[in-house]
């Protein structure tokens, strides 16, 4: 089992930034690829950004792209997720996730961060 827990989180206003942290334990941070996720009220959980298991790949949502950066410490067993130039449709709740190295699938979630940005 690995545990995702989820922190940085808040309000800001538009052209603000916000650093998303997701700390984990239980299994090796390391043998997993991490994501982040969101879901807005109404709306279907999208993907924000991913990055492998050594942090040497990334990949972002076209909607994220050049405002985000995921980037991850091995030795903290964090993933992070530096959010600029944040929008009011970036409002959501946002969730971090692993998943096994390679894999699309994400076999552990967080229980979310929330993320409200104001006009």
């Known amino acids: 089992q690995v545990q995702l827990v989820e922190s940085g989180g808040g309000l800001v206003q538009a052209g603000g930034s916000l650093r998303l942290s997701c700390a984990a334990s239980?299994?090796?941070?390391?043998?997993?690829?991490m994501g982040w996720f969101r879901q807005a009220p109404g709306k279907e959980r999208e993907f924000v950004a991913r990055?492998?298991?050594?942090?040497?790949?990334?990949f972002y949502a076209d909607s994220v792209k050049g405002r985000v950066t995921i980037s991850r410490d091995n030795a903290k067993n964090t993933v992070y997720l530096q959010m600029n130039s944040l929008k009011p449709e970036d409002t959501a709740v946002y969730y971090c996730?692993?998943?096994?190295?390679?894999?699309?699938?994400?076999?552990?979630w967080g229980q979310g961060t929330q993320v409200t940005v104001s006009s």
């Open positions: 990055i492998d298991w050594s942090g040497g790949n990334t």
């Open positions: 996730a692993g998943a096994l190295r390679g894999w699309n699938t994400y076999k552990y």
């Open positions: 239980g299994r090796t941070f390391s043998n997993y690829d």
